[in-house]
């Protein structure tokens, strides 16, 4: 069974920094391109990022509201990707979604249940 | 930026009838088009991927078309599971961005 489990989370002032986490198993997580997918409170769906997999470089892409601000890693040895988030400002609260994307086609296969960031004084 | 915009905003149908729900981008996408469901508390589910493909252990009563600018969801005889909000989902031209529709939610009639 595929799962992705996101954690870091929480209550965090504007200006500072937060890591989330996702912990992958159940499919062969350095194949997949790993995003992370936001959705603030009683809105939408936004794409944050992703990172590719190793076999198609490893690089990374993000959305402009965030780019310059968030970086996003992985560890392929342990099935985990980052959300390191930086200079967090009131808008980027939200819930924000672990995905997978399997190469090239960025569709999203696979979503953790989320983990809500709340940036405010 | 693509831009994906869904209509209606909300549709109101009674359990059993046809769905029908669209999603048009601002400029071609090809058939790089998912089609995502998301019930109130969860994680969103892909429904739909290349305009028209059911992704794995979707039923039969989904089915998307089109290809380009416009796109169509529809659910052929709607169930009590089924009402929930669903968001379309372009990966055709990026980078910079891979974009959402700002979604539609079918609610019960």
């Known amino acids: 069974e595929v799962q992705l489990v996101e954690s870091g989370g929480g209550l965090v002032q504007p200006g500072r920094s937060l890591r989330l986490s996702c912990t992958a198993s159940?499919?062969?997580?350095?194949?997949?391109?790993m995003s992370w997918v936001r959705q603030a409170p009683g809105k939408g769906l936004e794409w944050v990022g992703f990172i590719r997999s190793k076999a198609y470089g490893g690089t990374t892409e993000y959305a402009a509201s965030v780019k310059g601000r968030f970086t996003i890693s992985r560890d392929d040895s342990k099935s985990i990707a980052y959300l390191q988030m930086n200079s967090l400002k009131t808008e980027d609260t939200a819930v924000y979604y672990c995905?997978?994307?399997?190469?090239?086609?960025?569709?999203?296969?696979?979503w953790g249940q989320g983990t809500l960031v709340t940036v405010s004084s | 930026e693509i831009v994906m915009t869904q209509s209606p905003a909300t549709l109101s149908v009674s359990p059993g009838e046809r769905a029908t729900l669209s999603c048009r981008a601002s400029?071609?996408?090809?058939?790089?088009l998912a089609w995502y469901q998301q019930k109130p508390g969860q994680a969103p589910r892909l429904l739909i991927y290349?305009?028209?493909t059911r992704a794995t252990g979707i039923p039969a009563r989904f089915s998307g078309s089109g290809s380009g600018t416009e796109f169509t969801l529809t659910i052929s005889s709607l169930q009590s599971e089924d009402f929930a909000v669903y968001y379309c989902q372009q990966y055709n031209n990026w980078p910079p961005s891979l974009t959402f529709g700002g979604g539609t939610k079918v609610e019960i009639k």
């Open positions: 400029q071609s996408v090809s058939s790089n």
């Open positions: 159940g499919f062969t997580f350095g194949d997949y391109a």
């Open positions: 290349g305009a028209s």
């Open positions: 995905t997978g994307a399997a190469a090239p086609l960025y569709y999203f296969d696979y």
